[in-house]
């Protein structure tokens, strides 16, 4: 089993944009996509976990959320690096239909997306790490086992930061901070 580097989209990975839905809308991060690239040097699998409450909210739909993430795998191959695994959370308190659940399992601050990628890919939650922008994110990975670091970017200015374990500017520097703390 390995570790992983769990990582929050908006806001951690990408700018911060209400219901993001359209590629050319997708702006990383600077410095983001360098970060990701030196974890996938490691072997470190980077997996990205979500909460879509748009598509839940029939704000937009899977095919929408899907040209996202493309774009935002363009954009990250274009200097050297990947995400391995993607999760996304539709559900949401005022969803629609199946997807009008607040307190689902998957829905951050639950693991279950974390929860389910270390199943699927063999990973070691003791040993990883959850990086967002929300004090949701934190929690998640509390759950799952995880340490967690809050960026101040997005929404992670106005955050507290006690339920992180460490506090960074962006993804880069948290990749920095996380990359002493693994053998």
């Known amino acids: 089993m390995r570790p992983a580097l769990f990582i929050d989209r908006d806001g951690t990975l990408n700018t ?7 590629p050319d809308e997708v702006e990383l991060i600077p410095g983001a ?18 909460n879509q409450s748009g598509i839940g909210r029939g704000k937009f739909g899977w095919e929408d959320f899907h040209a996202v993430m493309d774009r935002i795998s363009e954009l990250l191959a274009k200097r050297g690096a990947r995400m391995d695994g993607i999760y996304a959370a539709p559900h949401h308190e005022k ?41 949701i ?22 955050e507290d930061a006690s339920l992180a374990d460490l506090v960074a500017g962006d993804l880069a520097q948290a990749v920095d901070l996380i990359l002493q703390q693994w053998p």
């Open 137 to 158: 994110d934190l929690e998640a990975g509390r759950r799952a086992g995880c340490r967690s670091v809050l960026v101040r970017t997005g929404y992670g200015h106005e």
């Open 95 to 135: 969803g629609v239909g199946e997807y009008a659940v607040g307190d689902h399992p998957d829905r951050k601050p639950n693991p279950g997306m974390l929860l389910r990628a270390a199943q699927e890919h063999d990973l070691d939650l003791a040993r990883s790490w959850m990086v967002g922008d929300k004090a």
């Open 33 to 50: 996509a360098e970060a990701l690239a030196r974890v996938n040097a490691l072997g470190i699998p980077v997996i990205v976990v979500s």
């Open 16 to 22: 911060e944009t209400d219901y993001l839905h359209r």
